[in-house]
């Protein structure tokens, strides 16, 4: 005890020595004024992020998604749990036969979108709402290539997401993760987006697409299928994956960019499954090995080991040993990112690449292919007319399309350009089923119509079924 007192006592002298020799310090010392900082003028001041607006804009349209499997595991019995054969549905649910998840309202009647692997072999797929309406959901289609599926329930006047731009995210953007993790619902997490175009070789599946966004926002199980959402409250991704070795949140999520949701979201909508584009070679990164072996002028790319035979990239002229660095204007710097531009693309669709050969820079135009070729009939059919008299290229509407619009028959307006339908606001996507109250049923009926006609005219049809729109128009 005394020790401490005696180095207390010594603390206490010095602290004074010190207090008074700063203090006779200070009264010599002149005043000395600071001039202000002068901030740089290529510096930005901004303020602090605000992430309570995306917030509230993102809760209400994050679902919880519930599942039932379509029978419960035998195995469950050897951890406890009702026997098989129990007529206790809702007491089999807790063991092992439900799941839980997460996803995105896109549309105010009722799609939502969310991760293939939250609904995949599911009997019954219940959606909660964020006011706690329930819904049981019917499963539109599914795409296990980039772990997406979409649902409908049958309700009106939702909230929902608008889609955001994934491809104008940069590295050091703020984004959230709005989801139900561990049945904890509605939760919103932050984080910056601490990659793109991730590859992870997480998808069991030949024509998988994997070029992820990649953030530091916590995610955690049942944050799948949920939204990612840039700062402004628009979608821009969905949640599918963690890295992690225990099973949850240890420092990087992943997401499917928006720019591939809303072309498997439209394919699935449009004919149930999706319309896979394919270039037809095989691929792999620009590495500083592969770079030094074959001699390559640049060091980013997606270098072709193998182009098939019959395949799209065969027919273009591609040849292997080509490094592809660009696909419609937009860059290539790996095979993620190669692969990611070409989902976007359906069968038919032309695109222009850039590529280089040896030393050389080229470009080709290539028209892509599908799968099968019942998706390249699809593909052809897809491109439909134009129908110069109307400035119009049409279509016959799907088997699909036809269910949903509540019709036998009809052509849909697949692109618009300058003409009389333009000139009266008519908007791709609006189906014709009549013209002067003649029934079409096909693009051949449209033009044998038109020639039987002169001057004004009446197009009757629909944008969807809750939307029927007439337009008059003159063929003069």
């Given amino acids: 005890m005394r020790q401490l007192i005696g180095h207390g006592a010594i603390a206490a002298v010095a602290s004074l020595t010190t207090y008074f020799l700063v203090k006779k310090f200070e009264e010599k010392r002149d005043p000395v004024v600071m001039p202000a900082p002068v901030m740089p003028a290529k510096w930005e001041i901004h303020p602090p992020v605000d992430f309570t607006v995306a917030a509230q804009i993102a809760m209400p349209a994050v679902v919880h998604i519930k599942t039932r499997a379509s029978d419960v595991p035998a195995w469950h019995r050897f951890f406890g749990g009702p026997q098989d054969g129990s007529d206790d549905e809702d007491a089999r649910a807790p063991f092992f036969g439900q799941g839980t998840g997460s996803g995105v309202i896109i549309s105010s009647d009722g799609y939502v979108v969310t991760s293939n692997h939250v609904i995949e072999k599911a009997s019954r797929i219940e959606v909660v709402l964020y006011d706690n309406r329930s819904f049981t959901a019917s499963l539109v289609g599914a795409d296990p290539s980039t772990d997406l599926a979409l649902l409908k329930i049958n309700a009106e006047n939702l909230p929902y997401l608008e889609y955001g731009d994934s491809d104008a995210l940069r590295v050091g953007d703020w984004v959230l993760a709005v989801g139900n993790p561990f049945n904890l619902t509605s939760t919103v997490t932050a984080g910056i987006v601490s990659a793109k175009g991730r590859a992870l070789n997480l998808l069991n599946d030949r024509f998988r697409v994997e070029s992820f966004i990649q953030t530091d926002a916590a995610v955690n199980p049942g944050n799948s299928g949920g939204a990612l959402v840039s700062i402004e409250g628009k979608l ?241």
């Fill in 236 to 476: 821009v991704g969905i949640n599918t994956a963690i890295a992690s070795i225990t099973g949850t949140f240890a420092g990087y999520s992943f997401a499917v960019p928006v720019s591939i949701v809303k072309k498997v979201v439209e394919d699935l909508r449009t004919y149930g499954k999706v319309q896979r584009a394919l270039l037809g070679v095989s691929i792999m990164n620009v590495t500083p090995q592969l770079r030094k072996e074959r001699e390559l002028p640049i060091s980013q790319g997606a270098y072709v080991g193998d182009v098939y035979a019959g395949s799209a990239a065969e027919e273009a002229g591609l040849q292997s040993g080509d490094v592809i660095v660009e696909v419609e204007g937009r860059p290539v710097r790996s095979a993620s990112e190669l692969q990611e531009v070409i989902a976007r693309h359906r069968p038919g669709d032309r695109v222009k690449v850039k590529f280089y050969r040896g030393q050389q820079p080229k470009e080709v135009s290539v028209r892509l292919k599908g799968r099968s070729a019942e998706e390249t009939r699809v593909a052809e059919a897809r491109q439909g007319t134009t129908i110069s008299k109307l400035g119009v290229v049409l279509r016959p509407l799907t088997e699909k399309e036809k269910k949903e619009l509540g019709v036998e028959a009809g052509v849909k307006v697949e692109e618009v350009n300058p003409g009389p339908l333009k000139e009266v606001g008519v908007r791709k996507g609006f189906a014709i089923t009549r013209i002067d109250k003649k029934p079409v049923k096909s693009v051949e009926d449209v033009e044998q119509v038109l020639s039987d006609l002169s001057g004004g005219i009446l197009l009757e049809g629909l944008y969807s079924k809750q939307e029927r729109a007439y337009y008059a128009i003159s063929l003069e």
